[in-house]
């Protein structure tokens, strides 16, 4: 699909004036067959192939209503569609630019760089717009796609039909561990705020994901900002857990602690000062609740992650200037002081 999706939904395109997210939607008060022949106009547009798209049977549902959201970033894109049941064919014949595809639901065949094959939910394939191919979809399907320039992953023709050669690489570990998470919760996040950070980082889970695949050996700093995704986080997943601790963060990232503290030498915080700034925002979060009245400080130390509440007290009072009595009873300054944690967490 095209880096930018054309809009045609009747409300015109659904932009942040500080992100770059592009929604696409029939419009209501159409009968099935108009919203059918609305999206079949949009996705016609949208594929950099010449595509055909038909209906399963002779009648469309009347809950038809496909989806599409896309998000454009300095040399790479994401696309999130939600098909309905229809069949569609291509004939090629374009540059390549399809490369990622991510099937969260099951489609009962589906034409990957030249073969026929039934994808399983949870499939992710390398792809090809260029060649000929369909897909014939009777029950709808869901699929996430993400391009990124390959030149810029220094992978000529050989390496990219060797990818597009690939079987579904769900099992790879960084797919499943770092780049299928960003894909399945990325409409969620705070990604398309952080768009102009973020080309650097996705070219580094995707080069970190391909250098595996082709198992061919990196230049480690190309690699960093992929381990500093992964570590990070493993720290968010864990940080209420007061067994966490630096020493934790060395046997997970199989780095050694003066390795550890190099990687996160550019970052605002080192690995102790993130899990202590992720607690402190906790236990500002717990405090601000409606019904924080009702727990001991102790507890609300204990579910943020912190072994005591002197040491909730400090890092409170070290992060945001405030007492937990300032905390308790100056809602503005909580807010303030929260707000600047999660700025220097990227929560």
């Not at 070219?203 to 480690?220: F, G, I, K, N, Q």
């Amino acid at each position: 699909m095209k880096n930018t999706l054309r809009e045609h939904s009747a409300g015109g395109p659904d932009l942040s004036p500080h992100d770059q997210v592009k929604r696409y939607a029939v419009p209501v008060g159409l009968t099935p067959e108009e919203k059918f022949e609305h999206w079949r106009s949009w996705y016609g547009s949208a594929i950099d192939a010449p595509v055909r798209l038909e209906k399963t049977g002779k009648l469309v549902r009347p809950s038809f209503n496909p989806t599409a959201v896309s998000l454009d970033g300095p040399g790479f894109s994401l696309v999130d569609v939600m098909n309905e049941p229809a069949n569609c064919f291509w004939n090629g014949q374009t540059i390549p630019s399809d490369w990622l595809i991510y099937f969260r639901t099951a489609c009962n065949e589906f034409s990957f760089s030249g073969r026929s094959e039934r994808v399983s939910p949870g499939t992710v394939r390398f792809f090809d717009l260029s060649l000929p191919g369909s897909f014939h979809a009777p029950a709808g399907f869901s699929a996430v796609r993400v391009h990124f320039d390959p030149d810029l992953l220094g992978l000529d023709e050989k390496a990219m039909k060797r990818l597009k050669g690939l079987a579904d690489i769900r099992e790879n570990p960084i797919l499943r561990g770092l780049i299928l998470p960003a894909l399945s919760g990325w409409q969620g996040s705070v990604i398309a705020q952080e768009i102009q950070h973020l080309q650097p980082v996705v070219r580094s889970m995707m080069l970190a994901l391909v250098s595996s695949l082709l198992e061919t050996r990196v230049d480690p700093d190309d690699l960093r900002l992929a381990r500093i995704a992964s570590i990070k986080k493993f720290v968010r997943k864990n940080f209420r857990n007061p067994a966490l601790t630096v020493d934790e963060v060395v046997a997970y990232s199989f780095l050694s602690r003066r390795a550890l503290y190099y990687l996160f030498d550019d970052e605002s915080l080192q690995v102790s000062g993130h899990i202590r700034a992720l607690r402190t925002l906790e236990a500002l979060e717990l405090l601000a609740e409606a019904t924080a009245w009702r727990r001991s400080l102790t507890d609300i130390a204990g579910a943020s992650g912190f072994t005591s509440l002197p040491a909730m007290r400090r890092a409170v009072k070290e992060l945001t200037g405030l007492s937990l009595r300032d905390a308790q009873e100056r809602p503005d300054l909580l807010r303030v002081q929260a707000d600047e944690l999660r700025k220097q967490t990227g929560l």
